[in-house]
């Protein structure tokens, strides 16, 4: 059974960091895009970025670039969001996703497995 568990959510101030986790249980983790999305309150779901079953290719939206790093330990099974400078607009509850067909989806509809979420709110 595929599960995917986040984890570090928090309330933080803006300026702040935060770094969460997504660990992800069953044997496809290591030829599985994972991809990190978010929601906001009254607001659709939202790619955040995605990085590849190797690592070796990751991609933003503009509005993360420059503060946002996903990156993935294979040997933990995990896939990590490093979160800098974060601002109001980042408060939402943020979502893991994988596609265990490994290939590269820009939109929830690519990812079939999905973790519970993890809140995230930035105070002023």
């Known amino acids: 059974q595929v599960q995917l568990v986040e984890s570090g959510g928090g309330l933080v101030q803006a300026g702040s960091s935060l770094k969460l986790s997504c660990v992800a249980s069953?044997?496809?983790?290591?030829?599985?895009?994972m991809a990190w999305f978010r929601q906001a309150p009254g607001k659709e779901r939202e790619l955040v970025g995605v990085?590849?079953?190797?690592?070796?290719?990751?991609y933003y939206e503009d509005f993360v670039k420059g503060r946002f790093t996903i990156s993935r330990d294979h040997a933990k099974d995990t896939v990590y969001l490093q979160k800098n400078s974060l601002n109001t607009e980042d408060t939402a509850v943020y979502y893991c996703?994988?596609?265990?067909?490994?290939?590269?989806?820009?939109?929830?509809?690519?990812?079939?497995?999905w973790g519970q979420g993890t809140q995230v709110t930035v105070s002023p």
């Open positions: 996703a994988a596609d265990r067909s490994g290939s590269i989806s820009y939109t929830p509809q690519g990812y079939q497995y």
């Open positions: 069953g044997p496809f983790f290591n030829s599985a895009t």
């Open positions: 990085i590849s079953r190797q690592g070796t290719y990751t």
